[in-house]
Nanobody, 119 residues
Framework: EVQLVESGGGLAQPGGSLKLSCAAS????????IYWVRQAPGKGLEWVST????????NYASSVKGRFTISRDNAKNTVHLQMNSLKPEDTAVYYC????????????GSRGTQVTVSS
């Protein structure tokens, strides 16, 4: 059974940092790209970042580029999202997804982790 479990969310002040983790199981993790999406209150899904299966090629949404860093540890079947210089507009539920994002983002099958940025 494919499982993706997010963790690391919480409350942060504007300008602060959080590090999200995505623990994967049930598939050949090192052979799959992983991406993060987020959903802010009352809004649709937004793609955040992707890391490739090979060579760790990364891509970021313009809204987070320069502030967020995605990385993966194939030995631990884990992907991380380091979020720095957080802004209130980063408040959302964050989900990790297997594979590559499609133009119409698929609905997450995991619980996600809540990130709230507020003073």
């Amino acid at each position: 059974e494919v499982q993706l479990v997010e963790s690391g969310g919480g409350l942060a002040q504007p300008g602060g940092s959080l590090k999200l983790s995505c623990a994967a199981s049930g598939f050949a993790f090192s052979s799959d790209s992983i991406y993060w999406v987020r959903q802010a209150p009352g809004k649709g899904l937004e793609w955040v970042s992707t890391i490739s299966a090979r060579f760790d090629i990364t891509n970021y949404a313009s809204s987070v580029k320069g502030r967020f860093t995605i990385s993966r540890d194939n030995a631990k079947n884990t992907v991380h999202l380091q979020m720095n210089s957080l802004k209130p507009e980063d408040t959302a539920v964050y989900y990790c997804m297997r594979g590559l994002p499609t133009p119409v983002l698929a609905s997450p099958g995991s619980r996600g982790t809540q990130v709230t940025v507020s003073s």
